[in-house]
């Protein structure tokens, strides 16, 4: 019987000891935060794209510089003399390159594209020569993960971003297939990357937010409910909020639970509301 009790107290006593422990890890446990400013958040999803319009080649083969009457980029009037004696046929522009797809795709077939034909048109070697390109309306043709862009509808106006420029465009089409979205764009704008190659890398403009940008893993569910641990002194406090927009870097919120210089823990797995953190 006294063994029994001794060993009953041993049990508690290191029981005890290691609450002690947890409790001395939890409450020591560094916890990095952020400082809350309100700032804009763009949902930009990249893309592989490529133009298809009318195209009429002039001349196709080595450019004697003699012979060449334009200059390339330059927009031309139907009747204008291009290469030699060879005019074009059509108002458009001038660009020094043949790459074997001019008419290939069209309004009619293009939802016959293949996402391996970007590769295809991307790892095409350009060939010598000259061509007019109906730039009255550029039409492209860009793909995506379908996941991130369900949200686009046909006829919605856009914005594509191409080397750090920016463009209006508008959502002709949208097909998918397979695990891939497709959209088919038109824009009024020339972009001068077509100067020299029919295919394009980019990104779409998604969304645009505003409000409290946060790190994806400071927003945890607790209790229930999403939301982020505030760090108020020597405790840190759950508060639910609202989610404007999430992904798998960030959050944005509006919600006015969170204020201007709150101190949001960024690391909160396994804090509890109320509990006593390191400074």
Known sequence: MQNKEIVIK????????????????????????????????EDKV????????????????DLSSKEVKVKEGEVVQSGKVVYGNNKSTMQGKVV???????NKFTLDNIKNI???????????ENRKGIKI???SLWTLCIVANKDSLQTIKKGKEVII???????????????IKNEN???????????????????????????KYYGYILPRDSVVEYNGKQGVFIKKGDYAYFRPIKISHMDYKICVTEDEVLKERDEIIINPKGLKDKQRVKR
């Open 181 to 207: 979205i497709f959209l088919v764009l038109t824009t009024k704008y020339d972009l001068p990357e077509f100067n020299r190659q029919r295919f394009f890398e980019g990104f779409i403009i998604n969304a």
């Open 161 to 175: 971003e191409i080397n750090n420029n920016r463009y209006e465009a508008n959502v002709k089409d949208v097909f």
């Open 10 to 41: 041993y049990s508690v006593v290191i029981a005890i000891v290691i609450a002690i422990i947890l409790s001395s890890i939890s409450l020591t446990k560094s916890n990095k935060t952020i400082t809350l400013e309100k700032s804009y958040y």
């Open 96 to 102: 020094f390159y043949i790459d074997g797809f001019e």
């Open 114 to 124: 293949q996402f391996s034909d970007f590769d295809k048109i991307k790892n095409q």
């Open 46 to 61: 990249s893309f592989k794209g490529f133009y298809f319009i009318n195209e009429n080649i002039i001349y196709e083969g």
């Open 133 to 135: 390109l109906d730039n």
